[in-house]
Every structure is written in C-alpha cells, then in structure tokens.
C-alpha cells in the first residue's frame, strides 16, 4: 500500500494548505526580523569599531617610527579584559552583575544568519581612513602573536564574548602610507541575530489561532458536501431520500438548492412513470385474458397448445418488463438478511428441480438490504448459470465488502458481449429460442438491484471455460 503524506481528503487538504501558508508567513516574517536585527547589531559594532581603529590609527600615523612602536607595544600591553568591572558609563549593570547578565541572555534566541562581516568592515575603515591607507581583515590564526584589542561595542556581548559563547576574533590590519602595519583585534559575538523569547510564544500563539480559526472555516466548507455526497450515495437506494438542508457558503447553498430541485425532479418522474406502468399492467392483462379464454375454446389441440405457450411467453415478458421498469419503486424496506440461508434456500430450490448448485464460502455477518430483491437478483444469476452452463458454483467471499461470484461450465460469452447482455430484452443470437432464450430481462434486473444496493454486477469468461458472475455489494465502514 502506498502511502502518501499528502492528505486525501479535502478538509485535511485544507486545513494542511492553509496552515502550511501561515507557517511559512511566520517563517518568513521571523526571518526578515532577525535579518533587521542582524543588520542593526552589525552595523551598530562596525560603527563603533571603526570609529575606534580610525582615531587610534590617526593618531599614531605622525610619530616617528620608533615612538609609533612604542605606543603600539604599549597599546598592546594594555589587554581588554571582560567583562568590565563598571558598565559604561550611562548604562547599569543588571541587578545581580554579570549573572543576571547570563541570565537575560537566556531570555534570547539567536539565529544564526549569514553576514559578510569582514567586507562590511573593511568598506567601512577605508572610508573612515581614506585611500592612502591599506585594510585587510581576515580571522584571528589559532597561535597569533598580540595584537592591539578594540574592547566590544556592548555590554552584554562583552559578558558573552568573555565566556566564549560564540566569540570569533579578527585580525584588522591597517598599513600607514609610509608601509608600516599595526594590527588591531576585535571580538564578534557570531550567535546570529538576537531574538526574545516571548516572539517565539506570540508567534506559536498566533499560529494556533489561526489554525483554529482555519479549522472552523474549513470545517463549515468541507461538511455541507460531506452531506451533498451522502446525499447523492442514497439516490437510487432511497425510494424517497430527505431534502438535503441548505446552509453554508452562497456557492454551497446553490449546489444544495440544485440538487434537492434535482431530487424533486427525479421523484416526480418516478412517480408519473408507476402510474403509467400501472395503467399499462391493467391494460395489458384484460386482452392477455380474453385471448387466453378464447383459446380454450378451440377444437384444434395443437394450435391450442401453441397459443398457449405464446401467451405465456408474452405474459412473462410483460411481468418482467414490469418488474424491471418498476425499479426503485417496489416499496420493499431494508433489513438484515442472512446470506448463508438464504443461498442454502436457492440451492435447495434448484436442487429440487434437478439442477446441480454448490455453495463455498460464508458470509461474516448479515448483509443490511433488501432480502426479496436481493434473492430475485441470485436467482436470476443461478439460472442463468444452470440454463446455459449446466451447473452453478456459487462461491462467497466477505469483508470490506461482500462478494458472491456464480460460476458455470458452460461455452462463455464472446467478450464483445459482455456488457451488451445487460441491455434489456437482449439476448444472443444462440439463445433466440423458446426453450432457453428468455426474455432478455434477467441480468438487467440483477444489474438494477445491484446497483440500487451500492454494489455491482460484472461477467468475465473464465479461463478454464465457463462463465463468471461477480456481484459486488459493499459494507459500511
């Protein structure tokens, strides 16, 4: 069985779109966010950390070359060390000092976000520094000698560059016009963008409201025509099916109107159609009467016998017709029926008149139906069976739904007439005899109430020789 993880069924389908489109609204809306965030944070530190680098190279490009290397070594000497004893100036230490410090970075998340960090600042001291200085950064080698260190912009990213917590350091060196270098070191706390917490909360709280409220919507869209499919599942099954109640959106309630009128439609056809069939029946049996009655008065025995057999075959023929053209209308309600019994009844039957039936197979649990339509239907297959294949085996297979297949042995059916002997009143041209022709209506019938049951009715020759009818009536789940 494959298994897919679309969803098949459309309010699954959905209720998965539309929250998939609010999930990626909300990713995308959190990562411009952190993307805003990460722009200000690093422009804010190459700000600072070119306003830095620039003064102090300024100041030391007119020294003489040995007083230059002696403020450089000073500077040098002179390591930052974090994280500060004192905040800066104008800004409080957190109640607590450096713990509550670590303790309101555990109320941020950091996405990691790539940023060309190294372009940006060394744009940013070429502008301050002019074109007649050289600027190269690049990271910090692992055994480096020292450096001159730039202290880092924040507060709270000293506290975590002191801890290592996602620290990178870079080697900023600048060459002065006379060639000489100095190298500055900085500190970059490469977490990513910082993000509180509590606009992870407000997010997923957002996006459970939305599905919520997704949910309903699709509830409200996907119900009415989980109704209109039951509905239209019951038409030919009901002789008279409940108006579907219309509701929902405009769109839902038309489709609902549309087939209710549908319905009604349908139910006033079926109406005028029996009382048709019913003035045709009365009509058709008085001079089936008369004539029988007249026959019975004639001298000549062999032609008495002829038209007597004549007007059986027609009055069968108008008892079939009736029973086909009849359809839905036969008013017989729906009950349990015990298939078991009642293929052991057909096979008693027909044994009696010395067919040879067999019967495999059992059925689970009685099948919800109705039981003289469903009997007339297997009696129809049996016979046929027996009439044009000897012998019926009769084989019952039961599940999901309830399969009774009717084998014969006799010749088959050309396969380019397997589905037109379905077709009422035909009949093969082998068969277009009294003794065994029929009237064409029989498997029209068991095809009629098949499908009035949900079910199926289909034939296929068997490769062994013979004939196979399989009767297919589905369970509910």
């Not at 407000?202 to 025509?225: E, K, S």
């Not at 399969?403 to 093969?428: A, C, K, M, Q, T």
Request: hydrophobic share 45%.
């Amino acid at each position: 069985m494959r298994l897919s993880l679309w969803p098949r069924t459309l309010f699954w389908r959905l209720l998965a779109a539309s929250v998939g489109a609010v999930l990626a609204a909300q990713a995308v809306g959190l990562w411009l966010i952190a993307q805003e965030r990460e722009g200000f944070v690093l422009q804010s530190s190459v700000r600072e950390w070119t306003r830095r680098i620039a003064e102090t190279t300024l100041m030391l490009q007119p020294l003489p070359a040995a007083e230059r290397a002696q403020a450089v070594s000073e500077l040098t000497a002179a390591r930052d060390d974090f994280p500060p004893a004192y905040p800066p100036r104008g800004r409080r230490l957190p109640p607590g000092g450096p713990r509550a410090a670590r303790d309101a970075e555990r109320g941020f998340v950091r996405l990691p976000l790539l940023s060309d960090f190294e372009q940006t600042l060394k744009a940013a001291l070429h502008a301050a520094l002019g074109p007649g200085f050289a600027v190269d950064v690049a990271p910090t080698p692992q055994d480096a000698p020292p450096a001159i260190p730039v202290p880092v912009p924040f507060y709270e990213a000293r506290e975590l560059a002191a801890r290592q917590l996602g620290a990178r350091r870079y080697d900023v060196t600048v060459r002065f016009p006379d060639g000489g270098p100095i190298v500055y070191r900085v500190t970059r706390v490469a977490g990513g963008a910082p993000l509180p917490r509590n606009l992870f909360v407000n997010l997923t709280l957002v996006v459970v409201l939305l599905v919520i409220a997704l949910y309903v919507a699709a509830r409200n869209i996907t119900r009415p025509l989980s109704d209109l499919a039951r509905a239209a599942d019951s038409v030919g099954r009901q002789v008279r099916p409940a108006q579907l109640e219309e509701r929902g959106a405009r769109e839902l309630r038309d489709a609902a109107r549309a087939f209710n009128t549908m319905q009604d439609r349908l139910r006033r056809y079926l109406d005028s159609r029996t009382r048709v069939l019913a003035a045709m029946s009365h009509d058709l049996k008085t001079p089936l009467t008369r004539l029988r009655l007249q026959v019975e008065a004639l001298e000549n025995p062999p032609m008495q016998a002829r038209i007597s057999r004549e007007l059986d075959e027609m009055e069968s023929m108008v008892h079939e017709a009736l029973a086909l053209f009849r359809g839905l209308d036969d008013g017989e309600p729906a009950a349990p029926v015990d298939v078991d019994a009642l293929l052991a009844q057909l096979r008693g039957e027909f044994t009696d008149m010395g067919a040879t039936v067999t019967v495999s197979g059992r059925s689970l649990a009685p099948y919800f139906g109705k039981p003289q339509a469903l009997k007339r239907c297997l009696t129809n297959l049996v016979a046929n069976a027996v009439k044009f294949g000897t012998r019926a085996d009769i084989a019952v297979e039961d599940g999901a739904e309830l399969v009774i297949r009717v084998r014969d042995s006799g010749p088959g059916i050309p396969e380019s007439e397997l589905e037109r002997v379905f077709e009422p009143f035909y009949r093969l041209e082998s068969s277009r005899n009294r003794d065994s022709g029929g009237t064409g209506l029989g498997l029209s019938i068991a095809r009629d109430i098949a499908q009035s049951h949900g079910g199926s009715l289909t034939l296929r020759n068997l490769e062994s020789g013979g004939l196979e009818a399989r009767l297919t009536l589905p369970r509910p789940p």
